[in-house]
């Protein structure tokens, strides 16, 4: 029944999650249509406006001229273009060096568009600068155009505008593009057309997606990192916060970038840097996080890879030259292969041995690969990855802090084991040791402390009378009683076998013989064990005791003096 009342606790905790996933891809899902213009020319009289069109196919494209060198006053073409397929990256020239530096000028013609109507077009990326114009009037740019790296100021931000048609229902978009840094250049995003509305929604969609996202993440990450700060035994705590931390930073450098609204000043280049560092660094992150669920043995080499791993790809990334950090990802494409394998290992081993959490593993494994699989190998999509890691950090937590919870479970009742006598439910004597090295504390003392030292008379007549059972049951009855006659904020121990000491504060209108007299007086009537009544008798003695000016030891040791005291007179 318990084990049953877990999965449906976990099942209902998993559908709240891919819940939200859903209401996000729901939230994002404006049709997209790719368009397919043939010969720089794109017919659009039959286009359904409520589709966002993805201005794909055939472009003409001018090397190495300008807009301005292009369009002479009369609004003529002067150069000719070669025809190209958009998304279009530039060939590797020896003119640079053998990378794809340069600059260029992609043209579409658009007609069958509604003369008046307000329109909306929407860039991701051009690699690295780009201007864009319809019609002859500027309407986006991102960073600054130029024919050399002195001339021109890379940038990258998804950004969109609106336009109008001509008269005839024609929009001429040229796009400048200039790339003197980036190891991939050209028109590598095609362009988004759509009704002003419906691209101004899907902008703001995307930006609320992306700030839900960082914002998430980020006080995730905190959390994690929180926590393991409290319980540094934790280490599932520590990886979580800091593949979320990851992925906030990923997010902000991807999509709208909006690590640029945040830093301002922050250089394209620690920008690029900060993009590929976030992304390589997931894999020794999740590696350290799946190695730390402990469905296998623990493995030091593996971990000692992990850590050179990580730190091998922040120095690449941060402090190489951008072709080294960017030609990497073939291989990153392969590491990532073998991690999944490993990670899909690691899973499997947990499931089959049926440890506690590992169906959650399973699932967020799955949900991990699908969608690092899809950004890295078929098709960047702004939120696939994001998504998928922000879904299996979601699960995931609910295992580590399900964990922690059942160690924090452990712990506590440890303690209780340790300070708790099994028999009586008092103090042990191991918490009054401990308490004699660190020293007594009380909140507030309002009156005066003494400590009471009682013994059972004749105990040891008890049990060889009745049996040790029947002894052990009196020392219970006894305990309860003394219990009942101490405030909840005194401090009741098992001293010995029939001994207790009591720390107990003093009332303003009560003196010691009160309370000695009280407890006498409560073991008046015999107590019934199976039939047997059996009357204890109680030696008492007692000490006052300041904290300030005494060891509590010493308190012990007179109230223990007084206490035999007690006994020969009883005697």
Known sequence: MGKHKKNKGYTSHIAVILLLAILVFLTDNVPVKDQGSVQGLADLSSWQQQEVLNLSGEWLYYPSSQID????????????PEIVTVPHFWEKSAQYNNK??????????????QAGQIYAIKMLDASSAYRLTIN?????????????????????????????????????????VSNFDYLKGGLWE?????????????????????????????????????????????????YLGVVSLLTSLRVMTTGHRLIIGIFEQIPWELMVRLDYLSGYLMLP?????????????PNPTLERIYRTTAIGMILMS??????????????????????????GYQVYMGWRKKIKGSDISMIAYAVLLLGAWWEVFVARQTFVLPVAIFIVISLTSIKVIEDLMTTRKIKQKLEVEVITDSLTGLYSRSYLDKILKTGYEKKKISHKLFVLFIDIDKFKD??????????????????????????????????GGDEFIVITEIGEHEDIHQIVNRVREKFRNAIVCEENQILVKLSIGYAEYSPEEHALEDAIKRSDESMYWDKKKNA
């Not at 049996?467 to 121990?493: K, Q």
């Open 69 to 80: 060198d292009i369009v002479n006053g009369k609004g003529k073409l002067s150069v000719l």
């Open 100 to 113: 794809p530096f340069g600059y260029g000028t992609y043209q579409l013609d658009i007609i069958g568009l």
């Open 136 to 176: 002859g009037k500027d309407i986006m740019s991102n960073g600054l155009t130029g024919i050399s790296k002195e001339t021109y100021v890379p940038q990258w931000k998804m950004i969109s505008n609106a336009f109008t048609a001509d008269d005839q229902g024609r929009a001429l978009i040229l796009i400048e």
């Open 190 to 238: 095609a362009p988004q057309l759509g009704s002003y509305q419906t691209i101004h929604t899907m902008m703001l969609r995307h930006l609320a997606i992306e700030e839900f996202f960082i914002f998430s993440l980020v006080t995730l990450g905190l959390l994690f990192l929180l926590m393991h700060q409290f319980y540094n035994e934790d280490m599932q705590a520590l």
């Open 285 to 297: 992150a999740f590696g350290f996080l799946f190695n730390s669920l402990g469905y296998v043995k």
């Open 318 to 343: 941060l402090f190489m030259p951008i072709e080294v950090y960017y030609n990497f990802i073939e291989i990153y494409k392969m590491m990532i292969i073998v991690f999944s394998l490993y990670c």
């Open 462 to 495: 008890i049990n060889d009378t009745y049996g040790h059972a029947i002894g052990d049951e009196v020392l219970s009855i006894v305990s309860a009683r003394l219990r009942n006659l101490f405030r909840a904020t005194d401090a009741l121990f098992r001293f």
